[in-house]
């Protein structure tokens, strides 16, 4: 476990967005139909914290904070937190 660190952007990252689409929607209040990945830290706790910053379509930027639980807890990653910058 430990602090924040700039990792590259992997599939995983990819597909870890995929999974809270709907949930940054949510947050926000929109329709964004596509967020291509800027920039991931990630932080190993009990499970995977993750920021994202992320471009939708129109270039409007947004912080993204994800939860990836463990594996072996068969739940899947949620958003904790969006906000546009």
Request: charged share 15%; glycine share 6%; no cysteine.
């Amino acid at each position: 476990m430990g602090g924040w660190a700039v990792v590259e952007v992997e599939a995983r990252h990819h597909d870890v967005l995929a999974v809270v689409h709907h949930g940054i929607n949510q947050h926000l209040g929109s329709t964004h139909q596509k967020f291509t990945i800027i920039e991931v830290r990630h932080q190993i706790v009990a499970g995977t914290n993750y920021q994202f910053i992320v471009e939708t379509e129109d270039h409007k930027r947004i912080q993204v904070k994800v939860f990836e639980p463990l594996p072996h807890t068969n739940q899947p990653a949620h958003v904790t937190a969006a906000v546009y910058l």
